[in-house]
């Protein structure tokens, strides 16, 4: 059992930068791909970027330059750092653990001026 708890959510001016975090429970973390996804009101939710245990990283074309995966296997971690942020990164992003299909409660992005 994978339990995923998301924070660094906030407010932000476009051009601004945020860092998400994911910290995962459990024994399981490393052997799996992890993701994060985000899903703005009214809109399906799409996948972001992805980090397999081989730390090989998958970007969507509308955040690829701009947003950064990676994870920390030894704090059981998994990370987004934002740059750039625009007005259609608002959504609440989630994470998600990949061999275990868990999701974390996700945590709110606004990207606003």
């Known amino acids: 059992q994978v339990q995923l708890v998301e924070s660094g959510g906030g407010s932000v001016q476009p051009g601004g930068s945020l860092t998400l975090s994911c910290a995962a429970s459990?024994?399981?973390?490393?052997?799996?791909?992890m993701g994060w996804y985000r899903q703005a009101p009214g809109k399906q939710r799409e996948m972001v970027a992805s980090?397999?245990?081989?730390?090989?990283?998958y970007y969507a074309d509308s955040v690829k330059g701009r947003f950064t995966i990676s994870r920390d296997n030894v704090k059981n971690t998994v990370s987004l750092q934002m740059n750039s942020l625009k007005s259609e990164d608002t959504a609440i992003y989630y994470c998600?653990?990949?061999?275990?299909?868990?999701w974390g409660q996700g945590t709110q992005v606004t990207v606003s001026s």
């Open positions: 998600n653990h990949f061999k275990t299909g868990a």
């Open positions: 459990g024994s399981r973390f490393s052997q799996s791909g």
């Open positions: 980090i397999n245990n081989q730390f090989d990283t």
